[in-house]
């Protein structure tokens, strides 16, 4: 019977950590789009509002200006540094919101007797309470409300 138990908390931790993984993956690229957008458009933003302005009335001022300009509007770094600062800030983000079923998973998983089965258990009680509130809206106010 320990056998079978094991198996149960191991199986009930990675099914665990798979859905805390998808879903702070899942974050992670919705915020790194939404990252990159910002990002961009602030550096765009900055840039654009640098070449209204000269110093002095020359031509030749004038032209390198608009010339750096349209090098530094064209530069590929500064969305690839947006979308990767999004990605990272939304996975850890959505993993610390989701810290009681990781580490209820991570318990099921790296231990073995007593605490795994502590932690499957903890897990599939808080995979049930989540169904209960989110799904069927048990103890959750609504703005109807």
Do not use: W
Not at 87 to 104: A, E, H, Q
């Amino acid at each position: 019977m320990g056998t079978f138990a094991n198996i149960v908390c191991k199986t009930t931790g990675i099914a665990g950590m798979s859905l805390a993984v998808y879903d702070a993956y899942s974050l992670a690229k919705a915020n790194s789009k939404r990252q990159s957008q910002m990002v961009t458009a602030n550096y765009l933003q900055r840039v654009h509002a640098g070449t209204r302005t000269l110093n002095t009335e020359s031509q030749v001022n004038n032209a390198i200006q608009n010339k750096v300009a349209s090098f530094r509007t064209d530069n590929s770094i500064v969305p690839v540094y947006g979308s990767v600062k999004g990605f990272v800030s939304g996975f850890i983000s959505s993993l610390g919101d989701n810290i009681v079923p990781v580490s209820l998973a991570s318990l099921a998983l790296a231990t073995k007797g007593a605490l795994a089965k502590v932690g499957a258990c903890g897990l599939a009680a808080y995979g049930l309470l989540t169904v209960a509130r989110e799904g069927f809206g048990l103890g959750k106010n609504t703005p109807m409300d």
